[in-house]
């Protein structure tokens, strides 16, 4: 039993070690049958379903697991490839789907994967939807009529969209042309957009960890391990390190100096900024890991956490 009081369901997903219940093909399958059918109760019958993926070699099993149930649900299923997980969501919204599944482990290693749900529109997944889905997992997989069986579909520019979204989220008039960045992909789900966006922005960009193989996922790298990226902007005088998760939904960064910015740092570097330019923020939104000094420094500027 999850902490959130559901069989399944954890707070951020399904999740467990690949080929051990539940995260074996069978389940996963089911899996799909079940998130449809909560769907097309919700009003969303034959409707699409994104799907994207990290570099975990069971990802490839996994995504297509999923795509069978939901195919035996009656949604069809668009597949993204690898994406970060924020991307997912980004697609979730774009696309109008009626929902989003993310096959990821994030942080965890490569044996381990999982499957996350967005709602439509990009956002999480309500608990009441978690505990249909769970209500159908205790049933048997009913296949729909042949006619109404889901079709699957490859978005095969799904990358060169996402590219083009993060660099027109930057603030005009950065100079990156000006920058060296070193980028730490964690051999995840970054490897094939961060890079490019920095480099198409401007920067003379070094990448380190960008050769994934399936197994090598957060491997001594990225942002749970970030002591070598650290090294590399010193030894590589550049202006500044990024290291993201396997999945790309957690990232920590570097100055010239080395030393690390978390997240509450981020935070406040972003705040001051954005009030350097005159823009009026009356909040920012943290976590439950947010610390007080954050919270001071914001109050100090008069924005509220």
Not at 260 to 276: M, N, T, V
Request: hydrophobic share 40%; charged share 20%.
């Amino acid at each position: 039993m999850s902490g959130t009081g559901r069989k399944y369901f954890g707070t951020d997903g399904v999740r467990g070690q690949v080929g051990v219940a539940p995260m074996t093909p069978d389940f996963v399958m089911h899996l799909g049958w079940a998130i449809g059918k909560m769907l097309s109760d919700s009003g969303f019958a034959g409707d699409k379903v994104i799907i994207g993926k990290d570099t975990r070699i069971s990802g490839y099993m996994l995504e297509n697991a999923i795509a069978a149930g939901l195919s035996a649900a009656g949604m069809d299923a668009h597949l993204l490839g690898v994406m970060p997980t924020p991307g997912i969501a980004y697609f979730t919204r774009t696309f109008h789907a009626a929902a989003g599944i993310v096959v990821s482990a994030s942080h965890n290693v490569y044996s381990d994967n999982g499957v996350k749900v967005f709602a439509r529109g990009g956002i999480k997944l309500p608990d009441a939807a978690e505990q249909e889905i769970e209500r159908y997992l205790e049933l048997p997989m009913k296949v729909v009529e042949s006619a109404q069986l889901g079709k699957l579909y490859r978005i095969p520019e799904a990358r060169g969209r996402y590219i083009e979204f993060c660099k027109n989220a930057v603030v005009l008039g950065l100079p990156f042309e000006r920058l060296k960045i070193v980028v730490d992909c964690a051999n995840g789900a970054t490897y094939p957009i961060a890079p490019e966006v920095f480099r198409e922005l401007g920067a003379q960009v070094i990448v380190m960890n960008a050769e994934p193989n399936g197994c090598n996922i957060n491997a001594g790298a990225g942002s749970t391990a970030p002591e070598s990226l650290q090294r590399r902007v010193r030894d590589e005088q550049a202006d500044a390190g990024i290291a993201f998760d396997g999945d790309g939904d957690r990232v920590v960064m570097v100055d010239r100096n080395g030393r690390l910015r978390d997240g509450d740092a981020i935070l406040y570097i972003i705040a001051k900024y954005r009030a350097f330019k005159g823009e009026q923020l009356n909040n920012i939104v943290g976590t439950k890991m947010t610390n007080l000094g954050l919270e001071r420094a914001l109050n100090n500027m008069g924005i509220v956490l």
